[in-house]
């Protein structure tokens, strides 16, 4: 066990835990931010995905002592739940059963931080690392391209 | 449909009071509290109306992504004559008054929709009665609109707030006028899932969320080989882990549920991970371990190839037919394992104590959840209370109350709250998988070329012989009523089921994913063989003449060619299937299931590797009446995705007794850029509502299949398709 100091969304936190703890697991069990799912455990399904300085990364394989820079998870996307992407995703009803949105949420708003007119091919690349089984693909298309011509880099 | 029982005010309470809710306090002691106390006006449990217009309308089934926590109480706030936009929505727990509550085989609306009318027309009802006697006007004079009551003769206006306290005192009346469906507001029109805002922020609940004060985390080893059992373990190196609290064999429950193993149980989730990956165990495999795929495939094949175990259907005299026949053809199909993988593993949370017991979980069987957990801790199930999350995907797999059973047995065990998480390796190694089956069809033309004989000889792993459940009515994988039984004068249909230790389930549109597939690919290779269009000759079979078919399985007891007709030439039309676009090529399949009726029609092209690519798919649904717009066309999207990923993709194989596959690289999922652009058209229908969860998706696996044989001339008679096989 160590201690670790992270910035997340902004703030400070000091947790104490086993070095090797993946991410993921520090926010939800010892941070108790929930927001972040838990899929693969292998960075395969991108349900985990969080934000360091700006990327996308897969929480569930990056051991926390590896953690050097700034983490966004979906609690700190935006003060009111408003990101044009959140905004976006109610409008077009993206969720199904909704376990996998907060992660592909992650990963399309990494990707309008950095491209904020993608095309079609920018968002399949984005996004190909985020399953969902329910198969919402075409509506989160829709809902991303929706809020990149609302200004969605915000 | 059930009508609401006649229930005085007194016995209401007294019934309510058992069941102990406790939601109903405003009733009593209003008369005589000066405080400022809301007053609730809850004539049955699926509603509940507040003194301070607040409308809170209770979602009674598991919500698995199938839409039901909007869809239901869309059909409540329609009868109840409220802004929908002003209710507030709340999952119910597992409660008696509310009457089933699970989520399998499409049903939830079509199983709900009459009760649920009923529960808001008789709100709406006893707030109209409450008016008119304010107003001394008679109650045909008074009527509900957007949450009050207004009168035929002034201008008066009482909201339903200002109502509840008086409605609360009324009798409930036995039976209520519904609806004219032409008056409908909420129902057919387009509602956002309810939960939206909680999920994009993070903050809905899934099973895997919960925590309780004192919880313990708990991750189990077991045996690999399907059928084996722990002999011994040493906890030696697990025990050793900081945070591991305990080490705990978990004895064998029944067949079924296959809860044995060895949990390690830690403060949190990683210490538990960590431990288990030293803790070692031992095993007897037992016979499973001589159990793979191929073994399982040649005794399909020898079944297939003889006189099946049963007989369920025989009419005419096939084998005449087939004996002097010009046009016979024969074909044998094949389909494989599917694990069920949805994005939230297995978890399941149990506080047991000397007396009483919560749970929280996903799962799509609450009642079932409650009938283990009385039988492991002998409390009674009064004492048992399910707290119903929402559901990071069902697809049939928490049908099964496996996970929840491990929960309730260790919390049992150790008197402290337990949260079960299963990794996605456990998730697919201990899987109840889609059975998998192969088929012999063989069907003759006569001169002609009229289908005059067909036959179906399967042989597949059997989730009901898994269970041991022949009793059901349902013991096959295959539908002796479906197309085109019924519609050839020579026509038999024989099924052996496969015993192995391989445990197999349901899986979204259980025996309709497979045999949908080799139905609409069979009749398919007789329209080129009859050298006719594959529309054409579908609905030549089905004959000019429109016919209510008996239709003995779920979804029955009729199922009419009219509808089934309609969508074929509505997909057909939308499709432009009869326009011929050079370099494009199209295949089609219709279906009837669980009492829906859809067509689809996918068009490909051939790129430069020589490899099929989706164009466009187009998908018409006949489902009566649609209840939430945006839910449907989700739902039939996201069936034909997933099934197009099956299609393409998903095979479980097992080597030495135990899936081959265990996570993401080896389980491979459709992706974004393999989705494709998906046209969807709603029949408009007065029928009554059925459901939407899993229909759409058998019918594209054949659509997608024939579109493949317009284009290449290859057949693809084995899932998933060998994409190999098309380009060479």
Known sequence: ?154 | MSTIAKIRRRDFLKISGITGTGLILGFGISAHAKENITTHFEPNAFLKIGSDNSILIFAKNPEIGQGVKTSLPMIIAEELEVDWDKTEVVQALLDPRLGAQFAGGSTAVKMNWQTLRNAGATAKHMLIAAASTEWRLPENECYAENGTVKNKRNKKVLTYGQLAERASRLDVPQEVKLKDSKDFKIIGTAKKGVDNHKIVTGTAEFGIDARKEGMLVAVIEKCPVYGGKVTGYDDSEAMKVEGVRHVVKIDPLNPVDRIAGVAVVADNTWAAIKGRKVLKVNWEYGDGADENSESITARFREYVNKKGRIDLRNEGDVDAIFDNSAKVNEAIYEVPFLSHVPMEPMNYCADVREEECHLWGPTQVPGSVQRLAESITGIPRDKITVHMTRVGGGFGRRLMADYAADAITISHALKSPVQVVWSREDDIHHDYFRPAGMYKLKAALDERNKLVAWELKASTTSRYLFREADQSPHVTEVFPDGFPAGFVPNFRMEYTPVKTVVPTGAWRAPGHNATAFIDQSFIDEMAYVADKDPVDFRLEVLGEEDREMPYSDHGGPTYSTKRLKNVIRLAAEKSEWRSKKKGTYKGFAAHFMFGAYVAEVVSISMNAKNLPQIEEIWAVVDCGIVINRSGAEAQIEGGIIDGLGATIFGEVTIAGGMAAQSNFDTYRMIRMHDAPKINIHLVESNEAPEGLGEMSLPVISAAYTNAIFAATGKRIRKLPVQLSEISS
């Open chain 1, 1 to 154: 066990m160590a201690d670790f100091t992270l910035n997340i969304n902004q703030r400070s936190y000091n947790v104490h835990v086993s070095p090797d703890t993946p991410l993921l697991w520090v926010l939800r069990d010892a941070i108790g931010l929930k927001g972040t799912k838990f899929g693969c455990g292998k960075a395969l399904c991108g349900a985990c995905t969080v934000h360091l300085d700006g990327n996308a990364i897969r929480s569930c394989s990056l051991p926390v002592s590896a953690v050097k820079g700034k983490i966004v998870t979906i609690e700190g996307l935006s003060e009111n739940g408003d990101h044009p992407l959140q905004e976006a995703w109610k409008e077009i009803d993206v969720p199904q059963c909704g376990y996998c949105q907060v992660g592909q949420i992650m990963s399309a708003a990494a990707l309008l931080a950095r491209k904020p007119q993608p095309s079609d091919e920018d968002i399949d690349t984005a996004m190909s690392g985020n399953i969902c089984r329910c198969g919402t693909y075409p509506r989160i298309k829709k809902a991303i391209i929706m809020a990149a011509a609302k200004g969605g880099a915000k």
